[in-house]
Nanobody
Framework: QVHIVESGGGSVQAGGSLSLSCATS????????MAWFRQTPGKEREGVAA???????AYVDSVKGRFTISRDNAKTSVSLQMNSLKSEDTAMYYC???????????????????WGEGTQVTVSS
């Protein structure tokens, strides 16, 4: 059975930092593209960052230079370090597994089939 559990969300002031973690089990983690998505009420879910099985990464333009995604295949976990947070980063953040291949070049943001339940990030200005 697949388990994906996010943690590390919370409230922070603009300019601050948060680190999200994603613990997983039940699937061949090292072969999957892992990603973080976010969603706010009334808006479509947005792919934020992805990390492929070889460690290559991709980011949506709005977080480039501020967010860093990483994975630990031995611990089957994924992290998202978020720095210089802005109010527009406020959202529910989800960890997801998909593939084969990672967006934007090796796959699509639509190719994710395992999801966690999310962790809330709130940035106040």
């Amino acid at each position: 059975q697949v388990h994906i559990v996010e943690s590390g969300g919370g409230s922070v002031q603009a300019g601050g930092s948060l680190s999200l973690s994603c613990a997983t089990s039940g699937f061949a983690f090292s072969t999957y593209c892992m990603a973080w998505f976010r969603q706010t009420p009334g808006k479509e879910r947005e792919g934020v960052a992805a990390v492929d099985s070889d460690g290559s990464t991709a980011y949506v333009d709005s977080v480039k230079g501020r967010f860093t995604i990483s994975r630990d295949n031995a611990k089957t976990s994924v992290s998202l370090q978020m720095n210089s947070l802005k109010s527009e980063d406020t959202a529910m953040y989800y960890c997801a597994a998909g593939g084969p291949g990672c967006p934007p070049y090796g796959g699509s943001w639509d190719d994710f089939n395992y999801w966690g339940e999310g962790t809330q990030v709130t940035v106040s200005s």
